[in-house]
């Protein structure tokens, strides 16, 4: 890039590593002289201090000593803004140094809150909880086998990538490039089509670290992500489900179409492990939250294991269930709260597992048609069916404005929501209020 400076002020461009070597060459030079002055008996050091004490005699002490602090207080001035400057562009460049700092010491105050479960639900509460927390962990169930996970699962080996990619980039500057990049889906090539560049990037780092866990936060470093992804187990969990109709199916992927009432789930192998940072998250969390998404193929998976149900019984934490607003065809059919709160403690094999279940007041008057030709319906209000299990049961508008008919979970409403509750139950809390929920309130 040619500059319009003129070229002998080129030379001081920053970047060039020229200035330095030039100011040791101006120095040598300084010393070369002066040693020539000493040899010839021309007394150079007497004579500047001779100097210097006929300036400091001659001239007021005012004069001298106030020109002596203003050209302190220039150097310090200029030295302290490059300083700045260096350190504001080495961290982000454009950035507002003292935002940051403020934004990142808020969050950092933030409740402390985990998340259990997977799909896109998972993805949308964590949307707005990452601006209320920077104490935030997803907890993600690794039972899928379909699609580009499932293809990477057989072929390579690893646990599946796709719910952790998500919930990366869910955590990430949504506006970021290489956010979109993470998110990017082949289209079409040999072997690459149907893969997400992000599960790529996960199945190459998962190679190269050795498993999972290095390689999820190594990629949440590029990300920059606020909080942490976690597979709920390093194991090779592969669901299978009882039907009522005495069939067993196996596969996530297949549970879904296997058109029957579910009556248990199960994973293999049996005793699965829980990951330790999990257990360790879990005991110390302020807030649980489990859901919204798939009953029996997002939440109900985590729960199968039992270090962490046991883990969740024992805490002391607020524990929230976010039920689903519309039946899942194939899992949920005609399920009312109640059923997906049931099935949850079923399957759970401790109790204390739920505090409070949060439910949806709203459903779009022109609830599109796609819903009811794919056979989900809104989910059933019995409540007095939930009170009855000794829970309490939280009604709330859950979803976001729109002239489809779509019913999407509005992070912004489910986050002030959760805050406001935490803050309600929670008698030790201080009066700090939610910047965000604030400024997204209605």
Not at 193 to 209: D, P
């Amino acid at each position: 890039m040619r500059s319009d400076k003129p070229d002998f002020l080129a030379w001081f461009l920053p970047g060039l590593e020229i200035k330095r070597w030039l100011f040791l060459m101006f120095s040598g030079t300084v010393f070369l002289i002066t040693g020539i002055a000493i040899i010839l008996d021309l007394h150079p050091i007497h004579q500047f201090m001779e100097f210097i004490k006929i300036v400091a005699v001659k001239l007021p002490t005012g004069y001298t000593g106030g020109f002596a602090i203003l050209v302190g207080i220039l150097i310090y001035i200029l030295g302290w803004k490059r300083v700045n400057n260096t350190i504001i562009n080495a961290i982000d460049p454009g950035a507002h140094l003292l935002e940051n700092l403020y934004l990142k010491r808020k969050l950092n105050r933030g409740p402390k809150i985990i998340t259990i479960g997977g799909g896109t639900g998972l993805n949308t509460i964590l949307k707005g909880l990452k601006h209320i927390t920077g104490n935030l962990t997803a907890v993600v169930t690794v039972g899928d086998d379909g699609g580009s996970s499932g293809r990477l699962r057989e072929e390579m080996g690893v646990l599946p990538p796709g719910d952790i990619r998500n919930c990366i980039a869910a955590l990430a500057n949504e506006e970021n490039l290489v956010t979109e990049l993470f998110q990017y889906r082949f289209k079409n090539g040999h072997g690459l089509e149907g893969h997400s560049f992000g599960n790529l990037f996960l199945t190459a780092l998962c190679a190269i670290t050795g498993d999972m866990v290095s390689a999820v936060k190594e990629s949440s470093k590029v990300l920059a992500i606020r909080g942490r992804v976690l597979p709920s187990t390093l194991d090779d969990m592969k669901l299978f489900a009882e039907l009522e109709d005495g069939r067993i199916v196996y596969g996530e992927s297949n549970i879904p179409d296997a058109c029957g009432k579910i009556k248990r789930l199960g994973a293999t192998p049996d005793n699965l492990k829980a990951l330790d940072d999990v257990i360790y998250a879990i005991e110390d969390a302020d807030i649980i939250i489990m859901g919204p998404g798939s009953l029996y193929t997002s939440v109900i998976p985590n729960l199968l294991i039992s270090e962490i149900t046991k883990a969740i019984s024992v805490s002391t934490a607020k524990k929230i269930y976010i039920c689903n607003i519309m039946t899942q065809p194939g899992e949920t059919d005609n399920y009312s709260v109640y059923d997906h709160v049931k099935a949850i403690l079923d399957h759970s094999k401790h109790e204390n597992i739920i505090d409070t279940v949060l439910i949806n007041d709203t459903l779009p008057e022109n609830l599109a048609n796609k819903y009811k030709e794919a056979n989900s319906f809104p989910v059933k209000h019995d409540l007095e069916k939930v009170k009855e299990l000794g829970l309490k049961v939280l009604i709330r508008r859950l979803t976001d404005e729109n002239s489809e008919g779509f019913v999407r979970h509005s992070a912004k409403r489910i986050t002030r929501i959760i805050y406001s509750w935490y803050k309600a139950s929670d008698k030790h809390s201080s009066d700090e209020t939610c910047e965000f929920c604030e400024e997204h309130d209605d």
